[in-house]
């Protein structure tokens, strides 16, 4: 059973309809498995009235090709992991990836009372109807505030329950991971890979 869009962002704008509402949040709701995505955290203020300095953004597991926009306002960094076994990406063997995205020394500091869209790009791992976490701790001049804890169990977007399943999940903790659904498309992303059948936008079998 398929969970439509409509009952996703039902739960989610529950959810965030709580005290709680002003979590970080991811701008999709939905993203296409295998698909290279182009997405953006906002962060919705600062901490207990401290200014944003940063934002450090943990690369969910199964994603091999992650990117931050260029953003001149601030310096990018990265951390790598190790992979236990090499991959090929563009035609070149790959034996560490992406592991977290780091935002920092602003050009301007953000005001703990506003918010700001930190924009990246990445390829989302081919495993429709999943839910792909994305857990980041947003930096102050004064501490720190983390939205990183993840569900007891893993979110099924199969379950009957599941609007109440997101609504527990979401106000269980005043810092909750923000997610998206990964979708299986009805082809692949781009034309040069299309079969015939795709072209004619026929779903596959």
Known sequence: MKTSLTLICTALVLALSTASHAHNAINLKEAYAGYSTSMELNVNHGCKGSPVVGLRLK????????????????????????????????????????????????????????????????????????????????????????????????????????????????TATATPAPFIVIRAPDRKQYPWMWTPEEAQGKKPD
């Open 59 to 170: 690369v969910p597991d199964g994603v091999t090709d992650a990117k931050a926009a260029f953003d001149p306002n601030w310096t990018i960094g990265y951390r790598y992991r190790d992979l236990d076994k090499p991959i090929t990406m563009h035609g070149v063997e790959v034996t560490r990836v992406v592991d977290e995205i780091i935002w920092s020394e602003p050009v301007k500091v953000l005001p703990a009372d506003q918010w700001y869209p930190f924009r990246f790009r990445m390829t989302i791992p081919d495993r429709p109807n999943e839910v792909l976490h994305f857990r980041n701790i947003t930096v102050c001049e004064e501490g720190t505030d983390p939205y990183v804890d993840l569900p007891d169990e893993p979110l099924s977007v199969d379950d009957p329950k599941w609007a109440d399943t997101v609504w527990s999940f979401m």
